[in-house]
């Protein structure tokens, strides 16, 4: 057979592409092996004639944290005694005995108690204080050790004694404990004008599962359903996995949801429905939040790249990154990022460009500039490079410094828990208002209470005198300056009246949280939530919705 000059030259660069791609990678696992062997002869010089013994264990994992400061904050390394975290992560389960906790001064206090935990079968109730632990006190302890001792293999006993918050009296208690199961929805029910609604608060093992049955049940008892809201604001993420299962109750079989590719080529994988949708025809609103992140964004970017529904809320936190587990000796695991995911449109949202760093070592965020633009399955313009845009955004919710306050100083804790042990029955969350009467307890509760801070006017005309000085403006600027100081002075009673609905609204929440765990909270904040009343808005709106959707 007879070949071409031209074929014969083709060859030829092939194979000295080839030489010189096998030529690269040879240099580079020369330079591996080359720096592996340099660095285990320093830790040897080091260890044998330092003047002082050196903990090599502490030694070894510093120079892990320094190799790992080069890469994203994703990747990380998990002794053997940190993996009940990895699987908490996963799982949505650890051992434990069911409680948050609080640590403000001396004491730690009881936060929140979960739904059939081992606590709230023995009676334990938000706001007792940990007296001791295993028969060691807890005065002074620091938070996260009285969080070791809480949590521990099932089936280990826990000895508390805990300090009742009114009457003072102190109770031992045994506690077994066991696997406790963050639930992943931690709320559903109809919101306003017959519009579901579905809190869901991480993707662990079965959580696509838990959010269908939710929406079934929905279906079931509320026929005349007109929309259906999925609250992913403040989720994480989690599983991969998890979202399509999710993605795939409102969006029908064989639809791409997501894509991975990475440096392994063999690891590259789509990811696309296997089932039936349940619904895919009822109008929905996923909601996000700055700090909805990795599969909650998978479900917001197929749900808008598919036209399926509307994203409201806030642009979302932007981590486009896939980690995987990967074994090292003696139990322990490397977190590794071994790819990006794509939506459905073939856009990566990841935000800050960790390859690429300033002077000081820093990522930043991809600048508006590179963001590149792609379009959903009906044309509608959607942007890479920065989390997840919403269809219809609403401004978030700054609370007030006094409200702030409160809160840090757990006085909206500490007045919920009066309450509770004054009123042995309230009404239901949804209906459940605070009186006139009960927040004027609630500022005679704050008297001699100390809650002083600075306003964010009060701090920031703080920055101006100290750039003033420096820049040796302040001498000529004194007595205005001091005059403005003097007409800013807050007073923090007027501050509480002129916040007050804000104020009575995170109190109710609190309140409810004691009669309801867990669900009394959000229900209540449901009466007053703005991206709620947005997506409520818009999924009775037929036309405004389909328009956003870009189907006029």
């Not at 070949?3 to 014969?8: A, D, R, T, V």
């Not at 608060?201 to 269908?212: K, M, N, R, W």
């Not at 930043?364 to 792609?374: I, K």
Request: aromatic share 10%; net charge neutral.
């Amino acid at each position: 057979m007879r070949i071409s000059k031209k074929k014969i030259i083709l060859f030829s660069l092939l194979g000295l592409c080839l030489v010189f791609a096998a030529f690269r990678n040879s240099d580079k696992y020369f330079l591996i092996a080359k720096n592996l062997d340099i660095f285990a002869a320093f830790y040897r010089e080091l260890n044998t004639y330092y003047v002082e013994d050196l903990p090599p264990e502490k030694l070894m994992h510093k120079g892990i944290e320094a190799m790992l400061e080069e890469t994203d904050p994703y990747t990380d390394f998990v002794p053997e005694e940190e993996l009940d975290e990895l699987r908490f992560m996963a799982t949505g389960k650890y051992g434990g005995v069911g409680t948050s906790i609080y640590t403000e001064g001396e004491w730690t206090t009881i936060t929140d108690v979960y739904e059939g935990s081992p606590m709230a079968r023995a009676g334990v109730k938000a706001g007792d204080i940990i007296v001791s632990l295993d028969g060691k006190s807890a005065k002074n302890m620091e938070q996260e050790e009285v969080s070791r001792y809480l949590k521990g293999n099932p089936g280990t006993v826990l000895n508390i004694v805990l300090r009742h918050p009114i009457t003072e009296k102190e109770t031992p208690y045994k506690i077994v404990r066991e696997d406790i199961n963050v639930k992943p929805v931690s709320f559903a029910g109809l919101v306003r004008n017959n519009i579901g609604y579905i809190k869901m608060t991480q993707f662990t093992e079965g959580s696509g599962q838990a959010v269908q049955e939710a929406f079934e049940r929905l279906k079931k008892d509320n026929p005349g359903m007109k929309g259906i809201v999925l609250d992913l604001r403040g989720n994480p993420g989690g599983l991969l996995e998890e979202a399509v299962t999710l993605s795939n109750i409102f969006i029908d079989k064989n639809k791409l949801i997501v894509s991975t590719k990475g440096k392994v080529k063999s690891w590259d994988r789509e990811y696309k429905t296997t089932q039936t949708a349940i619904d895919q025809a009822i109008p929905l609103v996923v909601l996000t939040s700055r700090s909805s992140a990795s599969a909650a964004e998978i479900v917001a970017g197929a749900v808008q790249d598919l036209d399926r529904g509307l994203v409201v809320g806030q642009r979302s936190y932007g981590k486009g990154l896939v980690q995987t587990t990967r074994p090292l000796p003696y139990n322990a695991k490397l977190k590794v990022t071994t790819a990006r995911y794509y939506t459905p449109s073939g856009r990566c949202i990841q935000a800050i460009d960790y390859t690429t760093r300033n002077e000081e070592g820093e990522a930043d965020y991809v600048p508006d500039s590179l963001r590149r633009s792609f379009v959903t399955a009906g044309g509608r313009p959607v942007k890479d490079g920065g989390g997840i845009e919403p269809d219809a955004k609403v401004d978030n919710m700054v609370l007030s410094q006094v409200a702030i306050t409160l809160l840090r100083k757990q006085y909206i804790f500490d007045y919920a828990t009066q309450y509770y042990y004054s009123h042995q029955q309230v009404k239901p969350a949804a209906s459940f208002n605070l009186s006139e009467a009960e927040f004027d307890e609630f500022v005679k509760f704050l008297d001699g209470r100390d809650y002083s801070y600075k306003t964010r006017s009060e701090e920031a005309l703080e920055s101006f005198r100290t750039t003033a000085e420096r820049e040796k403006y302040y001498s000529g600027l004194a007595k205005e300056f001091e005059a403005l100081q003097q007409k800013m002075k807050h007073d923090k009673k007027q501050d509480l009246l002129r916040n007050k609905t804000e104020i009575k609204h995170l109190l109710e929440e609190e309140i409810m949280n004691r009669y309801y765990p867990q669900q009394g909270r959000i229900e209540k904040g449901l009466s007053w939530d703005r991206d709620v009343d947005q997506a409520v808005a818009l999924l009775t709106n037929p036309a405004q919705y389909q328009e956003l959707l870009g189907k006029k």
